[in-house]
């Protein structure tokens, strides 16, 4: 946040914004990757888990400061993001020194309450076509 507000308020910015910023291994610094002024791709998860953003913004807009957002959010649920996850998991196998102490995190993971975009089964053979090209790349 530190990195990045200092930006907005030069610009007097206000609204949704999705700001995507990685660590330099190099250096240890944040690097701005891009600023996008909307809401976030990962917006499901809050609305998933209660709390929804866009409807305090439209209010915001409206000037209707009196309305109360409320909310079912109960800390301890995950956002799944399920095709980065899987070849997150992908490139991390392949470097985890005991396998089988990384499988069974993986599916203690998989079992701790979450949300996110979950795979329709329809889709199985699309993620596992993608996985087989993960797969295949990063052995080639």
Not at 54 to 64: E, F, I, Y
Not at 117 to 132: C, E, I, T
Request: aromatic share 14%.
């Amino acid at each position: 946040m530190e990195f990045v507000i200092p930006f907005f308020k030069k610009c007097l910015w206000e609204g949704p914004v999705g700001v995507q910023i990685i660590i330099d291994e190099r250096d240890g610094k944040p690097k701005l990757i891009e600023i996008n002024p909307r809401f976030t791709g990962s917006l499901a998860f809050p609305i998933q888990c209660g709390v929804n953003l866009p409807l305090a913004a439209c209010m915001a807009a409206l000037n209707k400061h009196d309305f109360e957002i409320t909310s079912n959010y109960n800390a301890g649920i995950f956002y799944i993001h399920f095709s980065y996850y899987v070849k997150a998991v992908l490139k991390e196998f392949g470097l985890a020194k005991n396998k089988i102490d990384f499988l069974y995190h993986v599916f203690k993971e998989l079992k701790q309450r979450k949300v996110g975009v979950s795979p329709d089964k329809r889709d199985f053979p699309v993620y596992l076509a993608k996985a087989w090209m993960e797969l295949k790349h990063h052995i080639i």
